[in-house]
């Protein structure tokens, strides 16, 4: 912050004020090529456009956190935290720059943009090509995660000293007013980035396109600030430096920009191996699906984390599904399942009259129609006349769904401990799962592994208690696939994670996990077996949970 009338500092080539007195042109240390109101805008523009990119590299450090490593409040708060952190010594670094303030905000700026715009790809490259090294690189990319986010808070921070100091030599004026300009500019700079981000960016060009043209316009703003308005500020020697540096980082990008499809199939398949045979990303998140060929099994990825394998899908829906279906079962509700396998399980019972699913992605449900493979799998489930899909967030569906209004609830639905997920595990939403079930109809939960997390699903039972239930658990044991399904998803967690799956019955009277004599014959499922897994999930049971509500989610993420 400059304070008023205050002296230039020491070996400065001009006074900032001279015979016309503060403000006056005749007392502008610079010799500008535009009016001192368009100089002071020009900067103010460039503060907004700075404050951008600086937004947009944060969100995507951020949803970077969230996709590779796993979706937790933790992870984004040591971004988040890290990155203020830095924004603070980066301010207090930029105090030794005053003198130098035209060359060193350049410098800043061309670094900033090659760091934010690079650091999506460099961190999906390490993550696709090293994330499953283990040893000693076992929290490499964390760590590179919390390099790029001190680094780019580092820049950003350097940014408002030094703009400050070169709009103060523009026309002097009093620091309360200067920062306020400045101020607004950057946050109303910050807000246009913040909602470019997630509305524009993300669905239009994806995070690694979007983080390399938001470092190019970065670049060319930042260059032409200072090589246009504030090139007399600068030796001959400097202003060459900084253009060959500009022009460097803008081929660095323009580089990265043409070859970023071919980087991103080469780093899917070290990911996901060779099978990659469809990827997109819908509003919702990205889809990924392999196999489904020439005997090769089908494996559907939800933001990078496995949903459905062919491999054991079969042994997951029926454990599911069919304890839930032993009674009345003519109305149906399924919350998630837009892969339409868990309504394949449905089917399979007479007296379903009709089955209603509440999906939040309608690509997975579009995927689950036209993909050959997939919709193989789910015996054209979605397709049954019987079949209502709607597209809607299952807690918000369930507050305007009609009341008693179905016998059987399965809830489908991701890992407790994914953010996204919570509330669809807490207590208010099965207060109105509960609503909408019929005197006798029963609820099925899916609760995540059991023995690797057992506070998250002995969680679950103990939150369906206080919403009035009366609960059975069970636990059925899968194959090691080689992806973890919950929320974290480090090589380390990965390795050691085990792929059991844990189901809670619920009803307002105890239920008892059995199978329906008049019913389908499961594959993978009988009574005895049933009884064994409900005698499994005892003996890993966690006593004394608080329940987890909208306000207090007790799962661990």
């Known amino acids: 912050m400059i304070e008023p009338q205050a002296p230039a500092p020491p070996g400065s080539a001009q006074s900032w004020d001279g015979p016309g007195g503060p403000g006056g042109d005749a007392g502008s240390a610079l010799r500008l090529p535009v009016r001192q109101g368009t100089g002071r805008f020009l900067v103010l523009a460039g503060v907004f456009v700075c404050a951008a990119c600086g937004l947009v590299y944060e969100l995507e450090l951020v949803a970077l956190a969230t996709y590779l490593m796993g979706d937790s409040v933790a992870q984004t708060s040591v971004v988040l935290s890290v990155m203020v952190f830095a924004m603070g010594i980066g301010s207090l670094a930029a105090k030794r720059l005053r003198r130098h303030a035209a060359a060193g905000f350049g410098a800043v700026e061309a670094t900033l943009a090659l760091v934010g715009g690079c650091s999506a790809m460099a961190l999906y490259a390490v993550f696709a090509w090293t994330g499953g090294w283990g040893g000693v690189w076992a929290s490499g990319p964390h760590a590179l995660l919390v390099a790029f986010s001190l680094a780019t808070g580092l820049l950003i921070g350097a940014e408002v000293p030094l703009l400050m100091e070169l709009i103060q030599r523009i026309r002097r004026q009093d620091a309360g007013g200067a920062v306020a300009d400045l101020s607004a500019a950057d946050y109303v700079g910050a807000l246009v980035g913040g909602l470019a981000f997630p509305f524009l960016l993300l669905p239009l060009l994806g995070q690694l396109t979007g983080a390399l043209i938001t470092g190019a316009v970065n670049a060319v703003v930042g260059g032409a600030l200072v090589l246009g308005l504030f090139r007399q500020d600068l030796t001959r020697r400097a202003r060459r430096l900084l253009v060959t540096a500009n022009v460097c980082v803008l081929v660095v990008l323009a580089s990265a920009a043409v070859l970023v499809d071919d980087f991103e199939r080469a780093a899917r398949h070290a990911m996901y191996g060779s099978d990659v045979r469809v990827a997109l990303q819908t509003d919702v998140q990205e889809v990924l699906l392999t196999g489904g060929r020439d005997g090769r099994p089908l494996n559907l990825f939800l933001d990078g984390r496995l949903r459905v394998s062919g491999r054991d899908e079969l042994r997951y829906h029926e454990a599911l599904v069919h304890p839930a279906m032993t009674g009345p079962h003519t109305h149906v509700l399924v919350l998630g399942g837009g892969?339409?396998?868990?309504?394949?399980?449905?089917?399979?019972?007479?007296?379903?009259?009709?089955?209603?699913?509440?999906?939040?992605?309608?690509?997975?449900v579009r995927l689950a129609r036209r993909d050959?493979?997939?919709?193989?799998?789910?015996?054209?489930?979605?397709?049954?006349?019987?079949?209502?899909?709607?597209?809607?967030d299952a807690f918000d569906w369930l507050r305007g769904a009609p009341p008693a209004?179905?016998?059987?609830?399965?809830?489908?639905?991701?890992?407790?401990?994914?953010?996204?997920s919570t509330k669809l595990y807490a207590q208010e939403f099965y207060g109105l799962a509960r609503r909408v079930l019929a005197p006798g109809g029963r609820l099925v939960v899916h609760g995540g592994a059991v023995v690797s997390r057992p506070r998250d699903f002995w969680t679950v039972d103990s939150t369906l208690r206080t919403a009035g239930f009366r609960t059975s658990a069970y636990r059925v044991s899968g194959r090691r696939t080689g992806f973890a399904a919950g929320p974290d998803r480090s090589a380390t967690a990965t390795a050691h994670a085990h792929r059991d799956w844990g189901f809670v019955l619920a009803a307002r009277?105890?239920?008892?996990?059995?199978?329906?004599?008049?019913?389908?014959?499961?594959?993978?499922l009988t009574d005895a077996s049933l009884a064994a897994d409900v005698r499994a999930a005892e003996r890993t049971r966690v006593t004394g949970l608080p329940p987890s509500t909208l306000v207090h989610p007790r799962y661990t993420g």
């Open 405 to 420: 209004a179905y016998d059987v609830v399965v809830s489908d639905l991701p890992h407790p401990g994914i953010t996204a």
């Open 372 to 392: 050959p493979a997939l919709s193989a799998l789910n015996a054209h489930s979605l397709d049954d006349p019987r079949v209502r899909v709607t597209t809607a």
């Open 339 to 364: 892969d339409g396998l868990a309504v394949r399980e449905v089917l399979r019972h007479t007296g379903v009259h009709r089955v209603d699913v509440v999906e939040i992605d309608a690509g997975v």
């Open 509 to 524: 009277n105890l239920p008892g996990p059995r199978l329906d004599p008049a019913g389908p014959r499961p594959r993978t």
